[in-house]
């Protein structure tokens, strides 16, 4: 399977190291990984057509869902895994804490006294319904998908 890896990784000090590992991580599983840092662009919309043309050579996507600069995951990679999920793509989303939100925020509201859902899942529904959830890393997340 071409297998689209969605997360903030590629912000990462070290995002060339960690995406040979998740290269070489996912072709000892028979699947070849597609990387946003696979593609040559520099501008924002070359690398947002580059990315959308990889989603769309995907056959499932693997998402890194952890919270990324605050409690929530990377805003691209939301908008990564709802193309996905629109394109009909299977998605996997992985975590560290697999609590629900509610759990993690510790209350009914935030700090901003907004409403916090309450349905027992780990990250917002819109996320949390049509991803395949895992704790765990991307080796978890690729374990889940090797099941089906």
């Known amino acids: 399977m071409k297998i689209y890896l969605a997360g903030p990784d590629v912000f990462r000090p070290d ?4 995406a040979e590992q998740a290269r070489a991580l996912l072709q000892r599983h028979g699947h070849h990984a597609l990387i946003p840092l696979d593609n040559t662009e520099t501008t924002a919309a070359g690398i947002y057509r580059a990315n959308i043309a990889l989603i769309a050579e995907a056959d499932a996507v693997i998402a ?9 995951p990377d805003s691209g990679t939301a908008f990564e895994v709802g193309y996905a999920i629109a394109s009909k793509k299977t998605v996997i989303g992985y975590l560290d804490d697999d609590r629900p939100q509610i759990e993690k925020l510790a209350g009914s509201v935030d700090a901003q006294g907004m409403s916090i859902e309450n349905f027992g899942l780990p990250i917002n ?3 949390g319904i049509p991803c395949r959830i895992v704790r765990g890393s ?11």
């Open 15 to 18: 995002a060339l190291a960690w």
């Open 64 to 72: 890194n869902l952890n919270p990324f600069r605050g409690c929530e």
């Open 125 to 127: 529904l819109m996320l």
């Open 138 to 148: 991307l080796t978890d997340a690729l374990a889940l998908l090797d099941g089906d």
